[in-house]
C-alpha cells in the first residue's frame, strides 16, 4: 500500500513565494487535481512531489506499507508526464524509451518497449528520430516513459496537452485506470479533468 503526504510545503526562488503551507494526503488510490492560474506554482509542486526540486519549507512523506521511505527508495514509484521533459531529438522513439528506462535502473525488453510503444498509440512510428515527430507524438511517447515501468504514483503535468481527439481519450483511459490501482496527480485548469480528483487543490488563491 502506498500513500503520499504533503506537509507545509513551500518553495520560495529567492525573495520570491511561490507558495507555502501546502498540506494534503492521499491514501493508496487517492487522487488529487493540482489547479491555479499561470505562475502558481502547479509544476514546481509536481515536481517537489517527486523529488526532482527540495522544497524551501516542510516535507513530502512516501510510504510503502507503512514505512516511510527516502526520495532514492521512492524515486521509482513515480511516473511522470509534463510539458518540460526532455526528450532526445536525434535518437529514435524506441531508443529514448530504452535509454530513459536504464538511467531508472530498468532493463527493458524489446518486446516490452513495443508493448508500451503500441499502448499510446506511436506503432509504426518507433524507429523514426524524436525530431521529426508533432507535439502530440512527443506527448505520447513521455506517456510510454512514465507508464513503462508500472508506477504506482502518477503525476500529470497538463495531461491533455498537444493531443488530438484521438490522444486525448487515451489520457482519459490512462488517467481512469490510475485511479484504480494507485495514486493519480494531476496539474490542470481544465474543468474537464476536475472530475478525476478525490480532492481539488487550489494554488494562488
Not at 524551501?56 to 508526464?81: A, C
Request: charged share 30%.
Amino acid at each position: 500500500m502506498i500513500s503520499l503526504e504533503s506537509k507545509n510545503l513551500g518553495k520560495w526562488f529567492g525573495p520570491r513565494k511561490i507558495f507555502e503551507e501546502i498540506d494534503f494526503s492521499l491514501p493508496d488510490k487517492g487522487s488529487l487535481v493540482i489547479t491555479g492560474k499561470n505562475g502558481s506554482g502547479k509544476t514546481t509542486l509536481l515536481k517537489i512531489l517527486c523529488g526532482l526540486i527540495r522544497p524551501t519549507q516542510g516535507q513530502v512523506l512516501i510510504r510503502h506499507d507503512g514505512k516511510n521511505l527516502t526520495t532514492d527508495e521512492s524515486r521509482n514509484l513515480f511516473g511522470l508526464v509534463m510539458p518540460d521533459l526532455e526528450l532526445y531529438a536525434e535518437l529514435t522513439a524506441l531508443e529514448n524509451l530504452s535509454f530513459l528506462s536504464r538511467i531508472r535502473g530498468v532493463i527493458p525488453a524489446p518486446e516490452d518497449l513495443k508493448k508500451i510503444i503500441t499502448r499510446v498509440g506511436l506503432e509504426g512510428r518507433e524507429n523514426d528520430f524524436v525530431f521529426s515527430y508533432s507535439s502530440g507524438m512527443k506527448q505520447r511517447l513521455k506517456y510510454a516513459f512514465a507508464l513503462f515501468h508500472e508506477p504506482d504514483i502518477l503525476l500529470l503535468d497538463e495531461p491533455t496537452a498537444n493531443l488530438d481527439d484521438e490522444g486525448i481519450e487515451l489520457a482519459e483511459e490512462i488517467i481512469s485506470l490510475q485511479k484504480e490501482k494507485g495514486v493519480l496527480i494531476i496539474a490542470t485548469n481544465r474543468k474537464e479533468d476536475f472530475e478525476y480528483g478525490d480532492k481539488i487543490l487550489q494554488l494562488g488563491s
